[in-house]
């Protein structure tokens, strides 16, 4: 079992910067693949960002590249999503998630954080 706990998630004006933290309770951290989800309202919850155990391989959606990173501390056993340019488009509540193995794109993952809001004002 995982426990996840979002935060950082706020009101920002359009090409503002924000930084998203994961927080996990969980003995063997390491051995999980993490990532970000978003769902925006009446959409469908879509991939944002995910890493490797390591920290060693990450992927983004198109959407987010070259804006978003996301990164990892093993030893706090965090998850962090770090987000520059941002858009009104990439308002949407954002998931944190976890699952052995390698990450995937898609929303296989075993474990789910409550999500914390992020609104991008224009």
């Known amino acids: 079992q995982v426990l996840l706990v979002e935060s950082g998630g706020r009101l920002v004006q359009a090409g503002g910067s924000l930084k998203l933290s994961c927080a996990a309770a969980?003995?063997?951290?390491?051995?999980?693949?993490m990532a970000w989800f978003r769902q925006a309202p009446e959409k469908e919850r879509e991939f944002v960002a995910a890493?490797?155990?390591?920290?060693?391989?990450?992927s983004y959606s198109d959407s987010v590249k070259d804006r978003f990173t996301i990164s990892r501390d093993n030893a706090k056993t965090t998850v962090s999503l770090q987000m520059n340019s941002l858009k009104p488009e990439d308002t949407a509540v954002y998931y944190c998630?976890?699952?052995?193995?390698?990450?995937?794109?898609?929303?296989?993952?075993?474990?789910w954080g409550q999500g914390t809001q992020v609104t991008v004002s224009t």
């Open positions: 890493i490797s155990w390591s920290g060693g391989s990450t």
């Open positions: 969980s003995h063997t951290f390491n051995s999980y693949a």
């Open positions: 998630a976890a699952r052995r193995g390698p990450p995937r794109v898609v929303d296989e993952y075993d474990f």
